[in-house]
């Protein structure tokens, strides 16, 4: 029985650590914080930075770019980043959702075009999977893809994508043949963004941010544009979407800090001249909170040392691992928002009147955005239940 | 980082359950919750043989030498397999005891008899307060000659009838701090010692020990006089690991059966394994156990290296008594009806685990030291 990191990959830690503590300026980390247009902050200058370094697809094969680093050493690179407040808008969808579908399924020509400028950070990618129609039905998507010649002509539309407006590419969930059963009629098209025909339409999140209704209007791209086979492409999807559950493994240490925060926050505070930490709920609901981020933690670690030990992303510590953040998460983000009382409501514009700089007002509200990116709760519940314990449909 | 069981620990965890297959299925578990005694000689015996009762006792004291990750491991199998005997009692809570607050020659005197099984000793730490803190000692000490007289009331001392040895907590000097408290080797049988079963929820063996005037002598003081709560904290922490292991097997089987009986049971047409509203109970079940297992590891793990596990076993026991309570409550309502019938094995975990969550401190009680800690450690934000 180990809980620890091999040596070499807490040097590497320092390495990243040293970067964080240098390049993140407290102008970068308030974007982060306060940023509109994108959670997680969006800053193309720091993703290519951490492109130069390789680090953005530390576990990449070689031929494609990437370093063959161990697991241990990309979860370690996101621990430091999530503790750092490092933006990632401008890579998460490239390095860690669409990259690994290209590496997977793409010809070795597509390869060569769409990997390397990943790789370097200097590419953004958007997803677009949900639909009007189609939101945890995913295979019901009507994003129409016709062949005309070489080309693919698209029609419809795709709801509340992210980053798009900035993007170079645009990863899309397409109905190429309208006659097969719905699983078996899906294909994974790339595009860019700036295609005539294509029209984005801002929608405002309750929290602040940007997110897009982006409508198709015979959209013409070329043949090439089509990743993987034709019609499988939800199956593709089905395996791009386990691995980026698999991805964010040191996402906890955000949490980790969240919580640092609050304790300080409920030691320092008084009520009538006792703090908060001794009132009994707001204990309570500490050690629960601390709890769960350890759990969250641990969870991460052992997807990791499967991961690392050669499997593939392991059905039940995966599948769990999103239970625990979709299901679980939520309360105590309430719970913390709670134990700034009236000063919970108050947004990042008061800031004099806001604690932590509204850090829990926005927590508050994105906690709905987070239990809900990449599946349901309801719907993980449902993969354990199925996958995991073998429950009859 | 491999956060589980090594092979020889898997292999330990795999020759455990099959033994406890055959010699512990739940009829026998019945039966011992109707027995005088409360399990079986014939069963300790041969667990004492493999090596389970000397499990944590260095080997020069007749022990297996074992660390508190093997013994986290055995823990989750007995839990599963709700085994009725004093291992627990005697071979952790006692054992432990012995070791941090004895002498070397009490050591020698006590050890071997444990780890063989043949000597049962047992810690009579509690009193009704119910409280693991040190104010709930209040069993008075005084000095009578070279030696002392115990009189007060000891409460949830498991397998007292069977000890040879009880190790009484008791005041040699008056307060409600950590100071002033030492333990006493009492024979159970000495005048003055008057033992009484308690009716609990799993009937697994817990009495009153009231002691009126029992008369010690000054070499029956485990450790030092005065000094022995540093000790007593040790063995509670390493204690709760212990039994946080066992709810996580006693957790885990209880998911067990409920998702094989959901399984097989149809009702309007459909096995119930099939509806969504049982389904997302029985993902929260799983989810729970996975999560808490990891923690009980950790702190077990860090026990085992000799690191700092203040908070850790705090949030292990916490975690562990959560999801057992989860995973038994929620598969006894997956039972319905056949869930609350003696026949039924769920209620077996459904009630141990009430027994296993107030056993070394119950959930809030470790949540409020998980945030004493917390708070403690918070530093002022540096800018």
Same mark, same amino acid.
């Given at each position: 029985?180990?809980?620890?990191?091999?040596?070499? #990959?807490?040097?590497?830690?320092?390495?990243?650590?040293?970067?964080?503590?240098?390049? =993140?300026?407290?102008?970068?980390?308030?974007?982060?914080?306060?940023? &509109? $247009?994108?959670?997680?902050?969006? +800053?193309?200058?720091?993703?290519?930075?951490?492109?130069?370094?390789?680090?953005? &697809?530390?576990? !990449?094969?070689?031929?494609?770019?990437?370093?063959?680093?161990? %697991? !241990?050493?990309?979860?370690?690179?996101?621990?430091?980043?999530?503790?750092?407040?490092?933006?990632i808008a401008a890579h998460q969808v490239s390095a860690n959702f669409a990259g690994p579908a290209v590496v997977h399924f793409a010809t070795d020509e597509q390869k060569q075009k769409l990997l390397p400028p990943i790789t370097r950070?200097?590419?953004?990618?958007?997803?677009?999977?949900?639909?009007?129609?189609?939101?945890?039905?995913?295979?019901? #998507?009507?994003?129409?893809?016709?062949? $005309?010649?070489?080309?693919?002509?698209?029609?419809?539309?795709?709801?509340?994508?992210?980053? %798009?407006?900035?993007?170079?590419?645009?990863?899309?969930? &397409?109905?190429?043949?309208?006659?097969?059963?719905?699983?078996?009629?899906?294909?994974?098209? %790339? #595009?860019?963004?700036?295609?005539?025909?294509?029209?984005?339409?801002?929608? !405002?999140?309750?929290?602040?941010?940007?997110?897009?209704?982006?409508?198709?209007?015979? %959209?013409?791209?070329?043949?090439?544009? =089509?990743?993987?086979?034709?019609?499988?492409?939800?199956?593709?999807?089905?395996? &791009?979407?386990?691995?980026?559950?698999?991805?964010? =493994?040191?996402?906890?240490?955000?949490?980790?800090?969240?919580?640092?925060?609050?304790?300080?926050?409920?030691?320092?505070?008084? $009520? +009538?001249?006792?703090?908060?930490?001794?009132?009994?709920?707001?204990?309570?609901?500490?050690?629960?909170?601390?709890?769960y981020v350890r759990i969250s933690r641990l969870l991460s670690y052992r997807v990791a040392s499967m991961l690392e030990s050669g499997g593939p992303a392991p059905d039940r510590e995966t599948a769990v691992?999103?239970? !625990?953040?979709?299901?679980?998460?939520?309360?105590?983000?309430?719970?913390?928002?709670?134990?700034?009382?009236?000063?919970?409501?108050?947004?990042?514009?008061?800031?004099?009147?806001?604690?932590m700089l509204a850090r829990w007002q926005r927590r508050y509200m994105g906690a709905i955005a987070g239990a809900h990116n990449g599946g349901t709760p309801e719907n993980i519940l449902n993969t354990v239940a199925l996958r995991v314990l073998g429950l009859p449909r | 980082m491999d956060l589980g069981p090594s092979e020889a620990q898997q292999i330990i965890k795999n020759n455990a359950r099959q033994f406890l297959e055959d010699a512990c299925p739940t009829?026998?578990?019945?039966?011992?919750?109707e027995d005088a005694t409360g399990f079986d000689p014939a069963i300790w015996t041969q667990v004492c043989d493999f090596g389970w009762s000397g499990m944590l006792i260095p080997e020069e004291y007749g022990g297996f030498g074992g660390d508190m990750t093997d013994i986290a491991v055995l823990a989750e199998e007995i839990g599963r397999a709700l085994l009725p005997s004093p291992l627990f009692a005697s071979?952790?809570?006692?054992?432990?005891?012995?070791?941090?607050?004895? /002498?070397?020659?009490?050591?020698?005197?006590?050890? @071997?008899?444990?780890?063989?099984?043949?000597?049962?000793?047992?810690?009579?730490?509690?009193? @009704?307060?119910?409280?693991?803190?040190?104010?709930?000692?209040?069993?008075e000490a005084t000095p009578d000659g070279a030696g002392w007289r115990l009189s007060g009331t000891k409460l949830y001392v498991s397998y007292a009838d069977s000890a040879n040895t009880l190790i009484v907590a008791a005041r040699t000097a008056a307060g409600t701090g950590p100071e002033g408290v030492t333990l006493f080797l009492v024979d159970p049988h000495a005048p003055g010692v008057t033992i009484t079963i308690l009716d609990t929820i799993y009937q697994d063996h817990q009495f009153e020990v009231v002691l009126d005037g029992v008369s010690v002598n000054a070499d029956q003081v485990l450790g030092e006089v005065g000094g022995a709560w540093p000790a007593i904290q040790q063995v509670l922490d390493r204690a709760a690991v212990v039994v946080a292991?066992?709810?996580?097997?006693?957790?885990?089987? /209880?998911?067990?059966?409920?998702?094989?009986?959901?399984?097989?049971?149809?009702?309007?047409? *459909?096995?119930i394994g099939s509806f969504q509203a049982l389904q997302h109970k029985m993902a929260r079940m799983v989810t729970e156990v996975t999560g808490a297992q990891l923690l009980v590891y950790e702190?077990?793990? *860090?026990?085992?290296?000799?690191?700092?596990?203040?908070?850790?076993?705090?949030?292990?026991?916490?975690?562990? /008594?959560?999801?057992? /309570?989860?995973?038994?409550?929620?598969?006894?309502?997956?039972?319905g009806g056949a869930g609350f019938i003696k026949e039924a094995d769920i209620q077996l975990y459904?009630?141990?685990?009430?027994?296993?969550?107030?056993?070394?401190?119950? @959930?809030?009680?470790?949540?409020?030291?998980?945030?004493?800690?917390?708070?403690? *450690?918070s530093v002022p934000a540096s800018h």
């Open positions: 029985m180990d809980f620890t990191f091999p040596a070499e #990959v807490e040097e590497f830690r320092k390495e990243v650590r040293a970067f964080m503590e240098q390049e =993140l300026t407290p102008e970068i980390r308030d974007e982060y914080e306060h940023c &509109t $247009d994108y959670p997680h902050g969006f +800053n193309k200058a720091i993703t290519r930075k951490l492109g130069q370094r390789g680090w953005l &697809t530390l576990t !990449w094969p070689k031929e494609v770019g990437g370093k063959e680093a161990s %697991v !241990w050493e990309r979860v370690v690179f996101d621990e430091e980043m999530a503790a750092h407040h490092c933006p950070g200097e590419s953004t990618w958007g997803i677009g999977l949900t639909e009007p129609n189609a939101g945890t039905d995913l295979a019901s #998507v009507e994003l129409r893809a016709v062949r $005309d010649g070489d080309d693919w002509v698209l029609n419809g539309s795709k709801m509340y994508t992210e980053h %798009v407006q900035d993007s170079d590419h645009y990863f899309l969930i &397409t109905r190429t043949d309208p006659e097969a059963p719905k699983h078996r009629g899906v294909s994974i098209i %790339v #595009v860019d963004p700036r295609t005539p025909g294509i029209t984005m339409v801002p929608l !405002w999140t309750m929290d602040g941010y940007r997110v897009n209704q982006v409508f198709f209007e015979d %959209v013409r791209v070329p043949g090439d544009a =089509l990743i993987g086979e034709e019609n499988r492409g939800f199956y593709h999807l089905a395996m &791009t979407l386990n691995t980026m559950r698999s991805s964010g =493994l040191g996402g906890w240490t955000e949490a980790q800090g969240d919580l640092d925060d609050l304790v300080r926050y409920a030691k320092e505070t008084t $009520d +009538n001249g006792q703090p908060l930490i001794e009132d009994s709920w707001v204990a309570d609901g500490i050690a629960d909170f601390a709890i691992r999103g239970v !625990w953040g979709k299901v679980y998460g939520q309360k105590h983000v309430k719970f913390a928002n709670d134990v700034m009382g009236m000063a919970g409501q108050v947004g990042k514009y008061s800031p004099e009147h806001a604690p | 009829e026998h578990v019945r039966e011992m919750e071979s952790v809570v006692g054992a432990l005891t012995v070791m941090e607050a004895g /002498s070397d020659d009490q050591k020698q005197a006590l050890l @071997p008899g444990i780890a063989s099984g043949e000597s049962i000793v047992t810690l009579a730490l509690n009193e @009704p307060s119910g409280t693991y803190e040190p104010w709930g000692v209040q069993t292991a066992e709810s996580i097997g006693g957790a885990e089987r /209880s998911l067990e059966l409920a998702v094989d009986y959901s399984k097989e049971r149809v009702q309007f047409g *459909r096995p702190a077990a793990w *860090r026990l085992t290296e000799g690191l700092d596990a203040s908070i850790e076993v705090p949030m292990a026991k916490a975690a562990a /008594s959560g999801a057992y /309570s989860t995973c038994s409550i929620e598969g006894t309502h997956i039972f459904f009630r141990r685990a009430k027994g296993a969550e107030v056993l070394m401190g119950d @959930p809030r009680w470790h949540r409020k030291r998980v945030t004493r800690l917390l708070a403690e *450690r």
